[in-house]
């Protein structure tokens, strides 16, 4: 009940096209579902996050849709770009807890082709 | 500028010699995280601080110890460090992301074990 399952494990886009990686849940006291973009060598970065009150949420070329019914939610990365190239975790959490506590899923890593 | 700073960036030590990384953080959090990152995975939590409340992970080695002693700053201690345990660690704390608690991590520090 705890588990966060990513798919796919690795992707490999052309520049320009889209991204996507999904993520689907089980715990539905998850109220917090942020992505993390990670480059070699560094920390996750936090990218964009989403709560459950909402179906999709943008900011630039990332989107995230939100499946609530389905317990599942996706990343899109759109005119995706060689600088994109980077493992992405996606995680959830019971955001109204002190600790906030992420469950992290597998982690996807994408390739953009130039 | 960094809100999570951890050094050092990178360590060198030998089978069972005693190692301790170090972790600091400027948004003044009451939580901070540790984390273990093997290559090709998640960030595995070991444990957390809520103040100086520390909270171990059920699976986390006893080989592993922490120290925070004051809101700043939080140390991780490998009493005897085995091969296995050669991953980057990640020291993460709180902040405010969207209007929403969110988790900081840091850029890690790369453990290797000789």
């Known amino acids: 009940q705890q588990q966060v399952k990513q798919s796919p494990q690795s992707l490999i886009v052309q520049k320009g096209g889209i991204s996507i990686i999904n993520c689907a849940y089980e715990?539905?006291?998850?109220?917090?579902f942020p992505w993390y973009q990670q480059f070699p060598g560094k920390g996750p970065a936090l990218l964009i996050a989403?709560?459950?009150?909402?179906s999709e949420k943008k900011e630039g070329r990332f989107t995230i849709s939100f499946n609530k019914s389905a317990k599942q939610f996706s990343l899109h990365i759109m005119d995706s770009q060689p600088g994109d190239s980077a493992t992405y975790f996606c995680?959830?959490?019971?955001?109204?807890?002190?600790?906030?506590?992420?469950?992290f899923g597998q982690g996807t890593t994408l390739q953009v082709k130039p | 500028d960094a809100m999570v700073i951890q050094n050092p960036r990178y360590q060198v030590t030998q089978f069972g010699k005693p190692v301790t990384l170090s972790c600091s953080q400027t948004?003044?959090?009451?939580?901070m995280y540790w984390y273990q990152q093997k290559s090709s995975q998640a960030p595995k939590l070991l444990f957390h601080?809520?103040?100086?409340?520390?909270?171990n992970e059920a699976d986390t080695p006893d080989n592993f110890q922490s120290r925070r002693p004051n809101t700043s700053f939080c140390f991780l201690d490998i009493r005897s460090p085995g091969l296995g345990d050669a991953a980057m660690y990640l020291c993460?704390?709180?902040?405010?992301?969207?209007?929403?608690?969110?988790?900081?991590f840091g850029p890690g520090t790369r453990l290797t074990v000789l």
């Open positions: 995680a959830a959490s019971r955001g109204s807890s002190n600790t906030g506590k992420l469950i």
């Open positions: 601080y809520y103040d100086k409340d520390f909270n």
């Open positions: 993460a704390t709180k902040g405010t992301f969207g209007g929403t608690d969110t988790q900081y």
């Open positions: 989403i709560r459950p009150d909402v």
């Open positions: 715990n539905t006291a998850f109220d917090y």
């Open positions: 948004l003044n959090h009451n939580v």
